[in-house]
T-cell receptor, first 115, second 114 residues
Framework: DGGITQSPKYLFRKEGQNVTLSCEQNLNHDAMYWYRQDPGQGLRLIYYSQIVNDFQKGDIAEGYSVSREKKESFPLTVTSAQKNPTAFYLC??????????????FGDGTRLSIL | AQSVSQHNHHVILSEAASLELGCNYSYGGTVNLFWYVQYPGQHLQLLLKYFSGDPLVKGIKGFEAEFIKSKFSFNLRKPSVQWSDTAEYFCAVKQGSNTGKLIFGQGTTLQVKP
């Protein structure tokens, strides 16, 4: 079945450590997104990519980095500069075209906690 | 800055009760509107969407939403809820551009008592 796979499901980070969250999709979508979900705040956009080798900052990009070397992969690195990384991270993808009106498809998420 | 506001953070209903969840956005231009649902233990999925045309849109599982441009609102409704509708509901807005960037509301947790 086509879909989005996020791994790991749970991740623990030590102080001062960088960690990378994986997101893979086999939907042949050009666009991919990373969101952070905190209780009572909904989803906030971290980074997005409309095409391979290109990505843009979202609303809360500080302390995060991404790469988009392959169409199906959009890994997110949570750096030590992110002072409050404990959250639920969601990856999404969508087709492009139609003025960006294609719905986004979401993965199951990664829950990141600080040790 | 553009924003999306969901007024109800936690709603508790009995089965067969009617549901209306509020969603307001702050953007004066062309918008596309979505409701997403996250059932317990499942990933976020699209419930319904509005792009243009009839402002009353119907989605899956008997849900519908009405776009009222003058009120900047896109409220979600269901005439009779079921226990299986227990979930978290998110309203989202895409501003008129060629990217798929969405702005999400804070979410509303719906608990339906059997």
């Amino acid at each position: 079945d086509g879909g989005i796979t996020q791994s790991p499901k749970y991740l623990f980070r030590k102080e001062g450590q960088n960690v990378t969250l994986s997101c893979e999709q086999n939907l042949n979508h050009d666009a991919m997104y990373w969101y952070r979900q905190d209780p009572g705040q909904g989803l906030r956009l971290i980074y997005y990519s409309q095409i391979v080798n290109d990505f843009q900052k979202g609303d809360i990009a500080e302390g995060y980095s991404v790469s988009r070397e392959k169409k199906e992969s959009f890994p997110l690195t949570v750096t030590s500069a992110q002072k409050n990384p404990t959250a639920f991270y969601l990856c999404a993808s969508s087709a492009t075209g139609q003025g960006g009106n294609q719905p986004q498809h979401f993965g199951d998420g990664t829950r990141l906690s600080i040790l | 800055a553009q924003s999306v506001s969901q007024h109800n953070h936690h709603v508790i209903l009995s089965e067969a009760a009617s549901l209306e969840l509020g969603c307001n956005y702050s953007y004066g231009g062309t918008v596309n509107l979505f409701w997403y649902v996250q059932y317990p233990g499942q990933h976020l999925q699209l419930l319904l969407k509005y792009f243009s045309g009839d402002p009353l849109v119907k989605g899956i599982k008997g849900f519908e939403a009405e776009f009222i441009k003058s009120k900047f609102s896109f409220n979600l409704r269901k005439p009779s809820v079921q226990w299986s509708d227990t979930a978290e509901y998110f309203c989202a807005v895409k501003q008129g551009s060629n990217t798929g960037k969405l702005i999400f509301g804070q979410g509303t947790t719906l608990q339906v008592k059997p």
